[in-house]
């Protein structure tokens, strides 16, 4: 039993082995006799004698013939002879085998994790780990459990790869724990669904009330929080009893991922009553505020950076980010939260409410671009329902995003289906409705429906604009922030130098190196890959701001549409369901996808 954390700790870690070649799923709880890491590896010249899956050689036999000038042995004394020597390998066999199975149970632990061709050995070891780790101690009572390990000396939010090695050796070390009480005890629970308690899971704060793990220093809370902004002060306040932190740190350059991602965790907060906060600390496109209200005040002050963990789900304080995703919303939250009862989308209304539970508290845009989103609003659509028309929102996705309908998979959806889909809807809504009044009175409508009923588009793509298929009757769903093409800025600036392109636009539509580069000295695509993610000008992270302003503009202009037509591929699609509401986009089929026969879905990891 440990007693002291200052003392040396029995644990055992996962850690990677890029020379590990055997892997093993033996494991058992840690022995009090352990006192440093040993390392049992084919690779070891002095050890692989032990790895042999044959005993060692039996001692040379008697001859059968009898030596010349002696007396033949007799039958009875021969067969004496075999036996003794037939017990003599048996017990020198398993005398091998039970040094073998110690040797094996004190020492290394190999275990490989099927990830990315990733492999994960068990270690042995005396103290903690130096880095985060998913760790393996002695309880109280002396039972072995896993809990995790984040030294002080790291800043908060840990790096995304060392969330997600965190998840994977929790993974590792919690299925050996399981395996190793089925063969001591004959039977252990599995873990079966979402909300299934870990067992053998001990939580950091326990760990550290049990003197396993050095004591949090609760002074040193997570700092960068966007809670901060909104808080007066702590003084007063508790540390709260549950909580969820959203790290909005992430690969993906787009806004859309990190915002459906935001509203998820949000939901799930509120369902699992739990505090929520986000943390913006290296979010590629800034600072939370620079394009939000700060969100709901929590009334408790959050646990040390020590105890947020981004596995197990049912741990005190958890934290989802870019690189948990699948952790935290993978096959088990899906068949936690998909109805069965249902079919198709309508399986999807759950998952559907946790995400509008984030939007309606968390999509407060800032007082400025709110105001201009409401006036815009009120001068599209206002006189469009005086007249009796009707407003489609077309939301076109070009750039790095293409179609999941197999015959456009390397393309785009045409503009013609955008067009075609929208007159359905016409057709279905204006002219089908007409035909209930008298052929007289119809035909005096229907030139005034044509002329009020707009298109209302938003792209990323500058060209589909200006494109013909679209026709007259389409406009701009916002023109505060216009991503222009190199065209028209060329126009507006004039070339300088007819052989060097000085000028680049948004041709084609948003792509990620593009994104990146925004504001810095890029001379092609490898540059763009070696940009220090960490030390972004402040010129280019103004620059993202307004990429990151505008698409917000287009989704909140679109979204109070009549109807909306988009492509369920593009995350900024099904963000627009979302803001319709579940009544309006899906059960009166105001939302439609014109990608395939494809319905809604959440978030795609």
């Known amino acids: 039993m440990l007693i002291n954390a200052t003392k040396k700790i029995k644990t055992m870690h996962a850690r990677r082995n890029p020379n590990l070649s055997v892997s093993s799923a033996a494991y058992s709880q840690l022995s009090p006799s352990v006192t440093s890491a040993t390392f049992l590896s084919p690779t070891v010249a002095s050890r692989r004698g032990l790895l042999s899956p044959s005993p060692p050689p039996s001692p040379s036999l008697p001859s059968l013939i009898p030596r010349h000038g002696k007396k033949p042995t007799s039958s009875g004394h021969s067969r004496l002879v075999k036996r003794t020597l037939i017990g003599f390998v048996l017990v020198t066999v398993l005398g091998w085998l039970i040094v073998r199975q110690i040797y094996a ?39 072995a459990k896993w809990t995790v390990s984040i030294p002080q000396s790291y800043d908060f939010p840990l790096r995304p790869e060392h969330y997600r090695d965190i998840c994977h050796q929790s993974m590792e070390l919690s299925k050996q724990l399981r395996q190793d009480a089925r063969t001591t005890v004959g039977f252990a629970k599995r873990m079966l669904n979402y909300y299934t308690k870990d067992q053998y899971y001990l939580d950091v704060q326990e760990a550290e009330e049990q003197s396993l793990l050095p004591p949090a220093k609760y002074g040193e809370r997570p700092k960068g929080l966007v809670e901060d902004q909104s808080m007066g002060g702590t003084k007063g306040l508790k540390v709260c009893d549950r909580t969820l932190t959203y790290v909005m740190e992430t690969e993906d350059a787009g806004f859309g991922n990190t915002l459906l991602r935001l509203w998820m965790s949000y939901g799930l907060a509120q369902t699992e009553n739990r505090t929520f906060f986000v943390d913006d600390t290296r979010w590629p496109y800034g600072q939370f505020s620079s394009y939000f209200m700060p969100p709901p005040a929590a009334g408790c002050i959050p646990p040390p950076k020590t105890q947020i963990v981004p596995c197990p789900h049912n741990a005190r304080h958890i934290i989802i980010s870019g690189a948990t995703v699948s952790h935290a919303f993978g096959h088990m939250f899906t068949e936690e939260y998909e109805d069965p009862r249902k079919m198709r989308v309508q399986r999807q209304h759950n998952i559907f409410g946790l995400l509008r539970t984030g939007y309606d508290a968390l999509f407060k845009l800032k007082s400025d671009d709110a105001k201009y989103v409401e006036e815009r609003v009120k001068k599209l659509y206002s006189p469009i329902a005086e007249h009796g028309g009707l407003s489609i929102g077309i939301h076109v996705r070009h750039g790095d995003k293409h179609p999941m309908e197999y015959q456009y998979q390397k393309d785009y959806i045409p503009l013609d289906r955008y067009v075609e889909a929208a007159r359905d809807i016409y057709i279905e809504r204006v002219e089908n409705a007409g035909a209930k009044t008298n052929t007289a009175k119809r035909s005096l409508d229907v030139s005034p429906r044509h002329t009020s009923s707009k298109l209302v588009l938003a792209s990323d793509d500058p060209e589909v604009y200006d494109s013909g298929e679209l026709g007259p009757n389409s406009i701009r769903a916002q023109d505060r922030i216009v991503l222009a093409s190199k065209k028209t800025l060329e126009a507006a600036q004039g070339k300088k130098n007819p052989w060097i392109d000085e000028i680049t636009g948004w041709e084609g539509g948003f792509y990620k190196d593009v994104f990146f580069s925004l504001g810095q000295s890029v001379g092609n695509a490898d540059d763009a890959s070696k940009l220090d993610s960490d030390k972004v000008p402040e010129a280019a992270m103004k620059l993202r701001e307004l990429v990151g302003r505008a698409y917000l503009l287009d989704l909140a202009v679109v979204s109070k549409a009549d109807t909306v037509v988009c492509t369920v591929s593009s995350i900024g699609c099904r963000i627009l369901a979302v803001m319709m509401g579940w009544e309006s986009a899906i059960n009166q089929n105001n939302w439609r996808n014109v990608d395939g026969d494809f319905d809604w879905k959440g978030i795609m990891w």
């Open 105 to 143: 149970h004190h020492h290394q632990y190999p275990a490989e994790f099927d990830d990315g061709g990733e492999e994960w050995e068990m270690v042995g070891d005396s103290l903690l780990p130096s880095e985060p780790s998913a760790v393996v101690v002695q309880d109280l009572k002396g039972n």
